[in-house]
């Protein structure tokens, strides 16, 4: 008993809130402290205070707060352009490395602009013109110092097999053209206003499982259609799942492949590869990745205007149009039955463009330890690709591959994708002719070099490694797009995270505790295997909020487990159970359902309190000596906050008594089992 | 410091298993009993009692394990016709609770019937079909003592609703009987399904404050289409909102209205009213309300029969079809576009008709204290409806009303829904002409008071005190039922509910915890006031599993709080603050994401700490001094079974250290800031 003296004599002491029909029992009942009530709150309060936790968790406005009215004209100015905030402690120091930076993910995103743009089924200049205005917009608006913008390959990917399914691009070239700008237009309008909104928070929904397996599938897909430049296939299929891409890949076997272009592109590939797997060993070496597919480039073009290869079927880009982004707001369909399918187009693009561009701002954000908001990145993503679709652009959005160089390069600010900007503007205007013969397999091996960092294996593991669920999310995502589609993949990726969540909610785990020793200390006796039961009492955790979806689940559990512990006592010939106390410390709330059900176990218990009485009268009169005031036989231990707020709403803290419920699962032990704790 | 003392000597003396890191630092650093690292289990284990715990969480096979084969025959067979195992113990005491509850019982459904067919837009003898072949089926194979089986108003509704928005009753009325059985048939094919494939929890879906709304609304909907027999309008609307039924009831006033039909129902309306206030007032006397309605038709037929009011507009049923059932297994669509029609009503009617029939069982189960297998239920309903289909009924279910008379009038067994039947039977075989000067205002009346048993106003009331949003879910269901439609108001409880679970996910709730005075307990100082925050600590409390769809949420909120308290801090220029510690017993479980947003905390935290030593170097390194080796700044405090698995398994325990994982917040607190603990 020794050790509890001390709690026992300063609990005396101190609580003068104690309650009344614990008083004056004689010693061996101790003083317990009691659970808090908190104060009612105003029921407006409590209102606003959930939305905004919900909407504005981030506190955007709290800069907003106590200035005069020019200063929070030039704060909002600066919210929405932060470049007018960062721009001012701008130095030469910064500039040298963003203009580094800069320069060096222009050499990366020439070749992929061009590829990229092959794989939403549109000319080489659109993928230019997409690395023009858009990182110029995000310059000002965005808040990420070390995003590179511009087209990437899932999304471009996902919006060629998305807008195909609708209009055929080599018959109607103007008429799908037209659907990309409206669906880019929708994009962006779509991303402006999950900010604006600050619904933000939606695409939390694509669990990070879900994106791995996305990302890697969509990396097999993207680099399956490369095989069409790489081999030189002429006739390839239109669908992007392995099969389909498979049977055109052999069917084309005997006649299709040309030797020429398979040279040319292996020899290219491997050398990327070589120069990837240096920038991999030797971080400092970083740029020889991030060069080597503009060398690439250069070498083959030239090489192939030299030999004049392309009269040996090696196929070459030709001609892209000189000159910058031309207007497109008129091509943009306001109208008509192309209006709803660019929309539905623009959402899931913009959805899948929100993800990648919020999932690399955080990343980097966590590592350089800044701030981002979220619902105000959205708003300048969407913004920028709005502008895009009114001058020729399709879906930009953060790239992995040039932000990760750019942060390596030594990027500061937004300024690099100016400098990128301008290289790509210079592009534009003087160098296309120079592409002329660069040769697709150049642009295939390019594209897939970059596609394989999206393969993610020791996530994948990490995955595995971690929850099971998640794996199996995951490699859902994975195998439906590579089986099926992309949008199967996206699907099927959706589904499998809220199934999840539902079932979280509708099967949550329940605990048996028992005493760690010599501690007041009760923990799950799975997890604790030196933790003992007190005799005669059963104290069960409920691991989830009790709500509707499982209430039912958490009553019946609770009673399963005090039928099996009970036959477990009798088999062994051990007294009975006399008190279930439950721990409510994770059950963060409670509707009520939850209520009934806990109404429904306490009238269950009452009627076992009952059997108990009739068949073992003798230990039940004993018991009662011990226990004094207990009767019958649930307590509660530490309902939080809301819970106890519900449970005096309610009268269920009334019905069952106010003095079962306890701080704590000790507390409990101590007033209803003394004896047992005390023989430990 | 005399109340540490203890439980540091104990400690001491038994943990065998303390960190190194903490050996031999000096008196001042207590021992502290590790956290549990449970056994690695088994994955196929692992699964199939995940998969167990969703599907069979009430453990149906027990009674099989360790039986001879011919044993478990019969119990299988028991299993599914319960009345083999509980007619062996049956008695003539028993016999004659039951003969009593189901004589009662009949009394009362005979005139509900009739007038449920009508709502659902079918002859009268319909309903008398469906209270006479459902109740037997169910009385073999359903274990619920009390439930009273045969056609209810809500889902009478409902399926009229449904159906005349396929087929109009009135022009195509064979096809439109079809429709009806089609959609029995897969009402009840739905209900065999769901528990079969043990899929029973999904009803749990809809909350208890959704279907208060829903039956609220569906009432107050029912009542108002009596309007048209009650006051004996011919032109009355199809749709059943009450805006429509209000212009319908208006536009016939000045030339529709009946006053003879007027005064025979409003008299016996209030007759039955006055049983009801009656059977309220003494519970003794529930017999009163129960045997009113067939008295109200027994006695307005005669004085119909004798006033010939029939010949003044008083509207009568007219003809009821005698003898039973005939067979409508050729009326069922099984192909055609019909199929699907039916099927589809079919779902709804029957997951509607399952919830009802499921939330009867367990109150009457929890009342009498026996248990109900809710899958078996829905096999035995399923059943039940399949055979009616065949045998021209339409859905029948648990009655509300009637279950509450059977229990009342001391059933014991599903005998009294046998002898219900064969007075249904009887009925049917010799006294429907009697039938035929029954006004229709009467069965209109007797729906009237019966569905005002459906307005559970306290129910509301009780719903607004314990959960807001609860309340918005349970007017939504009413209004989207009053003023929309029957599904409107379904589709909206429906949304509400999963919005509730969504939100939860997405926005847990976080606390700061506080040191209850003079005890070990950590607690919310929101609820317990007299709570005092440790200094140069910051406890936060996570309040739900750490989720991909929360983790950012999480991670940023508990940014969040440290930043506001340094503010605080530094406003009142007290020490910083070097030490989070993250309260883990609610979280439950962690996915990657989960892992993920904590490793980007502890990154976050690191930077801070970087910052703290060089600015305040001094305080740090008193600190440091302090506390022996606590270099980061992160704790985490009582990770559950799953978590600390998963915190092991992704190594995030090692790269945080594993010795700043403890059992408690105290034992955390203990070894960060032992002095400010000791001061207090």
Redesign the interface.
């Known amino acids: 008993m020794?050790?509890h003296t001390?709690?026992e004599l300063?609990?005396k002491?101190?609580d003068t809130r104690s309650f009344s029909s614990s008083q004056g029992q004689g010693t061996n009942v101790p003083y317990i402290?009691k659970v808090?009530?908190?104060p009612k709150q105003d029921?407006f309060k409590?209102?606003t205070r959930g939305a905004k936790?919900?909407f504005l968790?981030?506190?955007p406005l709290r800069h907003f707060k106590g200035q005069s009215g020019s200063r929070k004209f030039i704060l909002g100015l600066q919210a929405v352009f932060p470049i007018l905030e960062w721009s001012q402690s701008y130095n030469l120091t910064k500039f040298r490395g963003d203009l580094i930076a800069g320069l060096t993910i222009a050499s990366l995103c020439i070749p992929q602009d061009i590829g990229y743009a092959k794989l939403a089924n549109l000319k080489p200049q659109y993928g230019l013109y997409s690395s023009f205005v858009p990182p110029l917009i995000y310059a000002f608006m965005g808040s990420s110092r070390d995003i590179a913008i511009g087209p990437v390959a899932v999304v471009s990917l996902l919006l060629g097999t998305l807008l195909q399914n609708e209009i055929d691009p080599t018959k109607n070239p103007a008429e799908y053209l037209r659907l990309a700008f409206t669906a880019t237009f929708f994009a962006g309008i779509t991303q402006v206003t999950l900010g604006f909104l600050r619904l933000g928070?939606l695409i939390?929904?694509?669990?990070?499982?879900?994106v791995v397996g996305f990302m890697a599938g969509a990396a097999i897909t993207i680099g399956l259609q490369q095989l069409k430049g790489f081999l030189g296939i002429t006739n390839f299929t239109k669908k992007t799942d392995i099969v389909s891409v498979m049977k055109s890949v052999f069917a084309s076997a005997h006649h299709g492949w040309n030797w020429q272009t398979i040279l040319i592109g292996a020899s290219f590939l491997g050398f990327l590869l070589f120069a990837k797997y240096i920038g991999k060993k030797n971080r400092k070496l970083f740029w020889v990745p991030a060069i080597a597919p503009l060398i690439s480039v250069v070498l083959s073009t030239i090489f192939v205007y030299i030999t004049h290869a392309d009269k040996e079927g090696v196929q070459i880009v030709n001609h892209i149009a000189k000159g910058i982004n031309p207007s497109s707001v008129n091509k943009i369909y306001f109208t008509g039955e192309n209006l709803l399918k660019g929309f539905r187009i623009g959402v899931v693009a913009g959805i899948i463009a929100l993800t990648e561009a919020v999932a690399i701002g955080?990343t980097f954000a966590?590592?350089k330890?800044y701030q981002l908001d979220?619902n105000k990145e959205m708003v300048a993503l969407g913004a920028m690709n709005v502008v895009g679709s009114m001058t020729s652009c399709y879906v930009a959005t953060g790239s992995f591959s040039r932000s990760a160089v750019n942060y390596m390069a030594g990027c500061q600010t937004a300024v690099s994708n100016i400098v990128m900007s301008f290289v790509v503007f210079l592009t534009l205007e003087f160098l296309t002719p120079l592409f002329k013969y660069t040769p697709n397999a150049i642009l295939s091996a390019v594209i897939i070099s970059a596609v394989l960092g999206l393969i993610d294996i020791e996530?994948a593991v990490?995955?595995w490694?971690?929850?099971?669920?998640?794996f199996i999310a995951c490699m859902g995502a994975f195998f439906g797009v590579v089986f099926a589609s992309v949008e199967i993949g996206l699907l099927i990726a959706v589904s499998i995270?809220f199934a999840?969540?539902?079932?979280?909610?509708?099967?949550?785990?329940t605990?048996i505790l028992g005493r760690?020793?010599?501690?007041k200390?009760y923990?799950?006796i799975?997890?604790?295997?030196?933790a003992t039961k007190v005799p005669g009492v059963l104290i069960v955790r409920v691991?989830?909020?009790i709500?509707?979806?499982?209430?039912?689940?958490i009553k019946?559990?609770i009673l399963?487990w005090l039928t099996d512990e009970e036959e477990l006592l009798k088999a062994a010939y051990l007294p009975k159970i006399q008190f279930l106390i439950v721990e409510m410390?994770?059950?963060?709330?409670?509707?009520?359902?939850g209520?009934?059900a806990l109404e429904?176990l306490h009238?269950?218990l009452q009627?076992r309190d009952v059997e108990i009485l009739n068949k073992n009268y003798e230990t039940m009169v004993l018991s009662m000596i011990h226990t004094s005031s207990c009767f019958f036989s649930l307590f509660l231990a530490?309902p939080?906050?809301?819970v106890?707020d519900?449970l005096f709403?309610?009268d269920f803290a009334n019905s069952i008594g106010e003095n079962k419920i306890f701080?704590?699962v000790a507390d409990a032990v101590l007033t209803c089992a003394p004896k047992a704790v005390e023989e430990v």
């Open positions: 020794a050790h001390d709690e300063e609990t002491e101190i402290h808090g009530v908190p029921l409590e209102f936790e919900t968790s981030d506190d928070f939390d929904f694509l669990s990070h499982a879900a955080r966590a590592m330890d979220g996530a990490l995955i490694k971690i929850d099971k669920f998640d995270s999840k969540i539902l079932l979280q909610v509708t099967r949550p785990r605990a760690i020793p010599r501690t200390v923990r799950n799975q997890q604790y295997p030196e691991d989830s909020a709500y509707f979806s499982n209430s039912n689940y019946e559990r399963r410390s994770p059950v963060t709330d409670i509707d009520t359902s209520i009934r429904e009238r269950s009627k530490n939080g906050q809301v106890i519900k709403a309610s701080l704590t």
